[in-house]
């Protein structure tokens, strides 16, 4: 698909979403696109380079494997989910993951106790809370003697300001790790890779002007 020139902002961007959507529509039972090009490696991460960069806070600790519970707090979509499994992976760890909105002190409870069963074999759980900052503080407290001790490593994701939604006995536990939105910049290498690597769209023989690789971009707006 070629945009002409001719088309204004408004339009480009409206074209390109609508073009998009119907590739999402049509890709059948193939998982979504976001999932098919979630990278699953430190060297596939696009972003964060305040903490993913080479020598960074963050990347250091993965790849020493020298981690502490952590809560990531940003917008949506700039790579929380993945990151947290990426440190799993890196680290040959136990991933589970949990919504906030869902998990029940039984169930968080069930987990621990599995988690400390794998953790006499050498094998460490990582466990991944979205939406942290909804946990109620039963929920939360269930969490404090298992993350203090080294049971769990916990990862939180929040889109809100830890330091006013997260028990702060709980937040005393965890370092706070801000994410920022991707730049113009990264989103361009994010949308590169999807149009070189994803199977799906390069059956289309897609061929995206400059303007429309530009409105797509700025359609995304960080995520």
Request: hydrophobic share 45%; with cysteine.
């Amino acid at each position: 698909m070629q945009l002409p020139n001719i088309l204004d902002k408004f339009q480009a961007l409206n074209l390109v979403n609508a073009y998009f959507m119907d590739i999402f529509a049509h890709s059948g039972h193939l998982p979504p696109l976001a999932e098919r090009l979630r990278p699953s490696s430190l060297q596939q991460f696009i972003g964060q380079s305040h903490l993913m960069g080479e020598g960074k806070i963050l990347r250091r600790a993965i790849e020493k494997d020298q981690l502490v519970s952590m809560i990531f707090w940003g917008p949506p979509g700039v790579g929380k989910t993945t990151l947290a499994r990426i440190i799993a992976a890196e680290t040959h760890s136990e991933f589970f993951s949990m919504s906030a909105v869902t998990t029940g002190v039984a169930e968080l409870r069930r987990l621990i106790k599995d988690a400390a069963e794998r953790r006499k074999i050498g094998t460490r759980t990582i466990l991944f809370i979205d939406e942290i900052h909804r946990f109620n503080k039963g929920q939360q407290d269930a969490l404090l003697h298992s993350v203090e001790d080294g049971t769990i490593l916990l990862i939180g994701a929040t889109t809100e300001n830890p330091g006013f939604e997260v028990n702060s006995a709980l937040l005393s536990r965890c370092r706070v790790f801000k994410l920022e939105s991707l730049s113009p910049e990264e989103l361009e290498l994010v949308l590169r890779r999807a149009l070189a690597t994803d199977k799906t769209l390069q059956e289309l023989n897609l061929d995206l002007t400059a303007s429309a690789k530009e409105a797509l971009i700025r359609l995304a707006g960080g995520d």
